[in-house]
């Protein structure tokens, strides 16, 4: 494992988002990024495993929230989940970027949950836990739905069933920010009833590419106007299935 490739490539992703980050932090960084290696060769949590890969299209990528600007960075410290965690990505690399975050890792694979609880203690991480369950239950659990003041999901699905998801959680004021790939105007033209129908409003949709890659991206910041209906998120299985149109 090339210590020095994983910060050289974090030092130039860094300073292309404008972001300070103390050694400590960084080297927080390369042990989850070490932890998620090793355990990757038992189970599957990334196919992304090769230093400048992980940095750029992993770790700079979860903190390119910051290109948002001040609708997130005014909002620090702030109560954030991140729905359909997988590996930790974006809450742990945020919550090591943000100490003041409070963060709660939310998947429905107990399995991955528990290789981030291993993760917290390891890096000595406060004020973050893990989650497990389905975003159809939690949703509407009253410890939980209209809680939190931004959810992030870096989950592959379509935005009209992502917004079912991850707008339940998110408190009046709050936010809702998926992380999208490719074009994605189809989906937000799709998409456009159920973010309106669950309480929220698309108020920036911006698109970037990942330095040094050919990835493009988007962030959407999708602001909660209204409380969702109570009638969402439906049973499991079912915005998958019957999404909102």
Same mark, same amino acid.
């Not at 497990?132 to 003041?149: T, V």
């Given at each position: 494992?090339?210590?020095?490739?994983?910060?050289?490539?974090?030092?130039?992703?860094?300073?292309?988002?404008?972001?300070?980050?103390?050694?400590?932090?960084?080297?927080?960084?390369?042990?989850?990024?070490?932890?998620?290696?090793?355990?990757?060769?038992?189970?599957?949590?990334?196919?992304?495993?090769?230093?400048?890969?992980?940095?750029?299209?992993?770790?700079?990528?979860?903190?390119?929230?910051?290109?948002?600007?001040?609708?997130?960075?005014?909002?620090?410290?702030?109560?954030?989940?991140?729905?359909?965690?997988? =590996?930790?990505?974006?809450?742990?690399?945020?919550?090591?970027?943000?100490?003041?975050?409070?963060?709660?890792?939310?998947?429905?694979?107990?399995?991955?949950?528990?290789?981030?609880?291993?993760?917290?203690?390891?890096?000595?991480?406060?004020?973050?836990?893990?989650?497990?369950?389905?975003?159809?239950?939690?949703?509407?659990?009253?410890?939980?739905?209209?809680?939190?003041?931004?959810?992030?999901?870096?989950?592959?699905?379509?935005?009209?069933?992502?917004?079912?998801?991850?707008?339940?959680?998110?408190?009046?004021?709050?936010?809702?920010?998926?992380?999208?790939?490719?074009?994605?105007?189809?989906?937000?033209?799709?998409?456009?009833?159920?973010? =309106?129908?669950?309480?929220?409003?698309?108020?920036?949709?911006?698109?970037?590419?990942?330095?040094?890659?050919?990835?493009?991206?988007?962030?959407?910041?999708?602001?909660?106007?209204?409380?969702?209906?109570?009638?969402?998120?439906?049973?499991?299985?079912?915005?998958?299935?019957?999404?909102?149109?």
């Amino acid at each position: 494992m090339q210590r020095d490739v994983f910060y050289t490539e974090l030092n130039k992703g860094l300073a292309e988002l404008s972001l300070c980050l103390s050694a400590e932090q960084k080297e927080q960084l390369f042990e989850y990024y070490s932890m998620v290696v090793e355990k990757n060769k038992v189970m599957n949590l990334t196919a992304i495993t090769e230093e400048r890969e992980f940095v750029i299209k992993h770790i700079i990528d979860s903190l390119s929230i910051v290109k948002l600007g001040e609708p997130v960075t005014d909002m620090l410290p702030f109560r954030l989940i991140d729905i359909g965690t997988g =590996a930790g990505m974006p809450g742990v690399i945020l919550k090591i970027a943000f100490p003041n975050l409070s963060v709660v890792l939310f998947d429905s694979l107990k399995k991955r949950l528990n290789f981030l609880d291993e993760v917290i203690e390891a890096l000595s991480l406060k004020d973050i836990e893990t989650l497990h369950g389905r975003a159809e239950d939690m949703g509407q659990d009253k410890n939980y739905r209209e809680s939190f003041d931004m959810a992030v999901s870096r989950a592959v699905a379509r935005l009209n069933v992502l917004s079912e998801y991850g707008l339940p959680f998110v408190k009046l004021g709050g936010a809702f920010v998926p992380y999208k790939s490719g074009d994605i105007a189809e989906e937000l033209t799709e998409a456009k009833n159920a973010i =309106a129908m669950l309480g929220g409003n698309l108020e920036r949709d911006l698109r970037f590419r990942l330095p040094d890659s050919d990835m493009e991206r988007s962030l959407l910041y999708i602001k909660k106007k209204k409380p969702t209906p109570k009638a969402y998120p439906r049973k499991a299985g079912v915005p998958s299935k019957k999404p909102i149109m």
